[in-house]
Nanobody, 124 residues
Framework: QVQLVESGGGLVQAGGSLRLSCVVS????????MGWFRRAPGKEREFVAA????????NYADSVKGRFTISRDNAKSTVYLQMNSLKPEDTAVYYC?????????????????WGQGTLVTVSS
């Protein structure tokens, strides 16, 4: 059974930083791409960042480019999202997600597994 568990959310002032973590169990973590998404209050879920299986290739939404960094530690089965220069509009529940198939990657991947989410609140 594949499980994704996020942590690291919280309340931070605008301009501050947070690092989110997502630990994956139940599969060979290093064989799969990973992604971060978010859902702000009253809005649709949106893509934030993606990383391929090795960590050599990353993609970002324009809204977070230059402020957020996605990374992974395959030895720890963990993907991270370092968020700097946070803005009130970054307030959302953040989810990590994984595709069904190895070799499946952003943007054509089919995402089958999702974590429960972690809330990030940025105050102005």
């Amino acid at each position: 059974q594949v499980q994704l568990v996020e942590s690291g959310g919280g309340l931070v002032q605008a301009g501050g930083s947070l690092r989110l973590s997502c630990v994956v169990s139940g599969r060979t973590f290093s064989a799969y791409a990973m992604g971060w998404f978010r859902r702000a209050p009253g809005k649709e879920r949106e893509f934030v960042a993606a990383i391929n299986w090795s960590g050599a290739r990353t993609n970002y939404a324009d809204s977070v480019k230059g402020r957020f960094t996605i990374s992974r530690d395959n030895a720890k089965s963990t993907v991270y999202l370092q968020m700097n220069s946070l803005k009130p509009e970054d307030t959302a529940v953040y989810y990590c997600a994984a595709p069904r198939l190895t070799g499946s990657d952003y943007p054509t991947w089919y995402l089958e597994f999702w974590g429960q989410g972690t809330l990030v609140t940025v105050s102005s």
